[in-house]
Each structure stands twice: as C-alpha cells, then as structure tokens.
C-alpha cells in the first residue's frame, strides 16, 4: 500500500507538485483534432492538470493553445473571435497569434506596447487525431515522438474523448487490471462472439480463465504487463501483453488500441481512446459505428451517461446521485451482472464510485494486482527523476515508439512470454531506487 503522502505525491498535478513538474516534461494529449478542425473555427475550452486554456485553428491551419483569459482584463477568450490569422478578445479589442504573440491591442495608442509582451501559450502537434501539447520549460523540450498508427490515414483510425470524475490515476489502474474483465465487463464478454468486429474476437475468451498468472517487468519506457491464461492440455498459454508507456499512455494487448489518460485537474480526467486497422477502414460506416457501439463510445452512450465534452458535469453525469444509472431489478432478475448499460459505463462507475481522488493507504492488495503496483511505482519513479534533475523514463532518444506494442499470442511451455514482445528490453535495475517496493 502507498502511505497518504505518497498517494498525494502521485495523484496531485498542479503546477508546483513533483508529479505536475514531470509531467510537463512530457507531450501531454489534450483534445480531439476533429474538436479544433474548422480553420477560424470556435476556439475550445480546455483544462489540462488545472490549467484552463482556449485551443483554436487560426486561418492558415495553425493550432493556437493560449491562457484561457486575456492577459488585459481577464476575460474568457473562448468567447473570442477566430479571424483573419489571430483570436481577437470581444472585451477590447486585443488579439493574440497561435504561438502566443501579440498581433493588436486597438485601445492603445503606442503602436509599440504590444511589442513588450505574449499571452502564454503552448507548442501544439497534431498527431494521430489528437492534438498534443508541450507545458513544461522550453529548454527542456523533447523531441516528439511519433507512434505508427499515427501514420496512418485518417479512414483507419478512431479517436474518441470523455471525462470523469476522477483522479487520472483511478482511470489508469482499470486498464493494467486484467482479471476484473471477467467480472464487471461479463455481460459484454458473453456477446462478443455475436459481434463481427476484431474487437469483439480478440477480447471474447477472456472470461474462460478469471485467475490468470500475472507478471511485469520494468522497460526502458515504463513497463510490461503481462496476464498468462492456460491453453491447449501441452502446457501452452495464452498471453495478453499490456505496455504501459509513462506516463499516460496504454497500448491494449489486442495490438490496435491505445489509450491515454491526462489530468484535467487533480478531480477529473480525460480519457483518450484510438483504434486503428491497417487493413480496414475503421474510421468509416459501417465498421466505425459497430466499433464504437460495442464498446459503448457511441455519441448517444457519451451524452446520457454525461461524459461527453458536451454534457460533462450536467445533471446527465453519472454519479452517486444517480446510481449510476444502475438497474438493480435487472441484477435481482439475472439479467445482467452489473446492472449497468456497457462497457464504458461500467468502468467509469466503478473508478468515480471510489471518490474523487481515492485513498490508498487502506488498499490490500493482491497478486491479481501486480500491475497497479508496478504503476504506482513508474509513476513514482518519474517523479523522483525530475526531482533529482534527471530525464524521466521514456524520453530519451534511444526509445523507439516505433518498436512498443500491445499484443496477445500463444507461447509454449517452458518458453518466456517476453518472447512475444522481441523489442523489449529491461530496465537498468537501479530505476526504482527510492520508491516502495511491491
């Protein structure tokens, strides 16, 4: 278990917190190409790690992500007008350039006053339809570093975004779990195989083994994850490998998922999913609805359950106040485990159900927890790092996003899992030094 400074110490993110510092040195995902698309279209409200900033397209394609409030009189610049090459404030006047620049301030007569000063702003990319943002010290800046999906057209990948109503590491721990697929997702597992999707196929056996052997072991990016079921009488397994690439990313053992989780303050997350297929066109009717109806990321699923950019903290999102949208008459009748309508709901319930930001000074955990152990320490670890005046794991130009996966496959007995992953490579064993052990 993590003592309550330590939890502390690796779910608060503002600014002057140790993981906040590390953090910003990373390219941090924070909103949907699709949401910015429009050249001189509604710039965006956005908050990342308790910074409410303002993303826009300004009239040449350029992305602008600038304090949400002008730097005159504080007014909000969401309500600003996108044109002509700039975001212009409707309280004076005063328009600011996508890299923060000064371009006008009307109501003053020295022609040289918007010359002293910028309006904060971030470096953006678009990559992968999402757009990523660098917050931390120009100086320290790392290279961005491109995934292969992000390389592929637009007709074969799917992006999706929603918010909870909690702490981001909550989040992250449901997708290094394994074995509470078997469980809470069982409804779902059971009408995989009438699904004609991969998704579907990849995910239906599952259930077929509720206590797989689990294992992790530390790489040079973050960690892999690996869950062991059994197969065939020749001692054979089934092995589902999850990497963890700090400090948001998740790559899903079917090899064509990625998931991202932010901070968009110390109490609420954004949670980024991408599929893709080099084959089909996931991203186009019909295979993108069926996609995202199976999984439950339908904009109908987004928008009742109230997690959508467009309903989040409405009455609309789930919560204890609603029960979650929880049919407890279905559950007595033994129409569902759960009681609740999908995939996506049940896990945004059960990780907001814990509180905003859980306490895990109580938490006993198990061996069916080996990789939230193995998270609580990569996060640590980076801290620690930027702490010392270190480059925190995963930055360093001899990674290669290229080589990391999530992937699945059949090893026999006596033969590594780590055999499926041939990339990978172990962490140098002193990494961990300083943060508690398993």
């Known amino acids: 278990m993590l003592t309550h400074d330590e939890n502390m110490r690796m779910c608060l993110t503002g600014v002057d917190t140790p993981m906040g510092r590390a953090l910003r040195r990373y390219w941090v995902p924070a909103l949907l190409e699709t949401e910015v698309g ?45 044109e002509d090459c700039g975001l212009r404030c409707i309280y004076h006047g005063w328009k600011f350039a996508h890299d923060g620049a000064v371009l006008d301030t009307p109501n003053v007569k020295d022609p040289e006053f918007k010359t002293r000063f910028k309006i904060k702003s971030y470096p953006a990319v678009a990559a992968g339809g999402i757009i990523w943002i660098y917050m931390g010290a120009p100086e320290d800046k790392p290279e961005f570093k491109r995934y292969p999906w992000m390389d592929l057209p637009a007709s074969h990948l799917l992006t999706t975004i929603h918010f909870e109503d909690c702490n981001y590491v909550q989040v992250t ?55 062991l079921r059994k197969g065939d009488s020749d001692g054979s ?22 998931t991202l989780m932010v901070p968009v303050s110390d109490t609420t997350s954004l949670f980024i999913h991408v599929f893709w297929d080099t084959e ?35 009455p609309a999102t789930a919560g204890h106040h609603n029960r979650f949208g929880q049919d407890r008459d279905a559950m007595r009748a033994g129409k569902t485990f759960s009681g609740l309508p999908g995939l996506i709901e049940e896990d945004v319930a059960v990780v907001v159900s814990s509180g905003p930001l859980r306490d895990r000074s109580g938490e006993r955990l198990s061996s069916a927890d080996i990789g939230i152990q193995r998270l609580y320490r990569t996060l640590l670890t980076i801290a ?13 130009s001899a990674v290669d996003y290229g080589g990391i996966v999530g992937t699945s496959g059949v090893v026999s007995a006596g033969e590594p899992w780590q055999s499926l992953v041939p990339g990978h490579k172990k962490a140098q064993p002193n990494r961990m030094s300083g943060v508690p052990a398993e």
């Open 38 to 82: 429009e050249c001189d279209g509604d710039p965006v409200r956005i908050e990342i790690m308790g910074e409410k900033l303002v993303a826009f397209r300004d009239t040449e394609g350029n992305i602008g992500i600038l304090n949400e409030f002008c730097c005159h009189r504080g007014a909000s610049l969401s309500l600003g007008r996108n």
């Open 173 to 227: 721990e449901g997708l290094l779990d394994t074995t509470h697929l078997g469980f809470l997702h069982s409804d779902g597992l059971s009408h995989a195989g009438d699904v004609q999707i991969d998704y579907a196929a990849k995910v239906g056996k599952m259930a077929d083994d509720l206590a797989p052997e689990l294992a992790a072991e530390d790489t040079e990016f973050g960690f892999h994850y690996a869950a």
């Open 237 to 258: 397994h089934n092995v589902r490998i999850t990497s963890f690439v700090a400090p948001f990313t998740v790559l899903n053992p079917n090899g064509d998922i990625a």
């Open 280 to 314: 089909k066109a996931i991203g186009e009717e019909p295979l993108r609805s069926q996609q995202l109806e199976f999984v439950g990321l339908t904009d109908h699923h987004l928008d009742s359950y109230g997690i959508s950019r467009r309903t989040f903290g409405t």
């Open 384 to 396: 620690k790092q930027v702490d010392e005046g270190r480059e925190p794991m995963g930055l360093g």
